[in-house]
T-cell receptor, first 116, second 111 residues
Framework: NAGVMQNPRHLVRRRGQEARLRCSPM?????VYWYRQLPEEGLKFMVY????????ESGMPKERFSAEFPKEGPSILRIQQVVRGDSAAYFC??????????????FGPGTRLTVL | DAKTTQPPSMDCAEGRAANLPCNHS???????VYWYRQIHSQGPQYIIH???NNETNEMASLIITEDRKSSTLILPHATLRDTAVYYC????????????FGKGITLSVRP
């Protein structure tokens, strides 16, 4: 049973370019979460999505960042017009539908974005 | 979500038990205690979680005090590969709620 997959693992962009990060959840999981870890800082929640729905985007920066989880295919975190401050590790997690401790999140290996 | 407090670091000898403490004095009755770890710069790895009873799995044991204000993660026989940052997280038992990570505790296992 493959775990959460993320690609690319490393991404280099120049200022002003777009970055697209992809996340394929574990088999059977329909919930996806994105977290960001800035250098020397802790992990911060960004957004939580179900298929075709954004459920909680309270951690998303107001501009340039967007996320989607289409009916078919991986979840995409898109960063437009990247700046050096976007350089970070971006982690995706997935979970099954559940509550009461049955919806444990499992993380992928992350995408390390470097903005030159 | 209730806040957790962990010491910044600790170490233990390889082969010995590692006992990682966590305080969560403001925990509510509907909040779970979760433990994750992050080895170097890898993705966080789920370890274990519990509500009020002690829990054990193939990786670790979780001991939650009767008043639920603190807990201890026990790695029974630490190895060098257990060197990581360990995060204690209190999470409301609402379906698919987010995880709020603190600074965690850095465990160093020495040979």
């Amino acid at each position: 049973n493959a775990g959460v997959m993320q690609n690319p693992r490393h991404l280099v962009r120049r200022r002003g370019q777009e970055a697209r990060l992809r996340c394929s959840p574990m088999k059977g999981h329909s919930h996806v979460y994105w977290y960001r870890q800035l250098p020397e800082e802790g992990l911060k929640f960004m957004v939580y999505l179900q298929k075709e729905n954004i459920i909680d985007e309270s951690g998303m920066p107001k501009e340039r960042f967007s996320a989607e989880f289409p009916k078919e295919g991986p979840s995409i975190l898109r960063i437009q017009q990247v700046v050096r401050g976007d350089s970070a590790a971006y982690f995706c997690a997935s979970s099954p539908r559940g509550r009461g401790g049955t919806d444990t999140q499992y993380f992928g290996p992350g995408t390390r974005l470097t903005v030159l | 979500d209730a806040k957790t407090t962990q010491p910044p670091s600790m170490d233990c000898a390889e082969g010995r038990a590692a006992n990682l403490p966590c305080n969560h004095s403001t925990i509510s009755g509907n909040e779970y205690v979760y433990w994750y770890r992050q080895i170097h710069s890898q993705g966080p790895q789920y370890i274990i979680h519990g509500l009020k009873n002690n829990e054990t799995n193939e990786m670790a044991s979780l001991i939650i005090t009767e008043d639920r204000k603190s807990s201890t993660l026990i790695l029974p026989h630490a190895t060098l590969r257990d060197t990581a940052v360990y995060y204690c997280i209190v999470r409301v038992a609402k379906a698919n709620s987010k995880l709020t990570f603190g600074k965690g505790i850095t465990l160093s296992v020495r040979p």
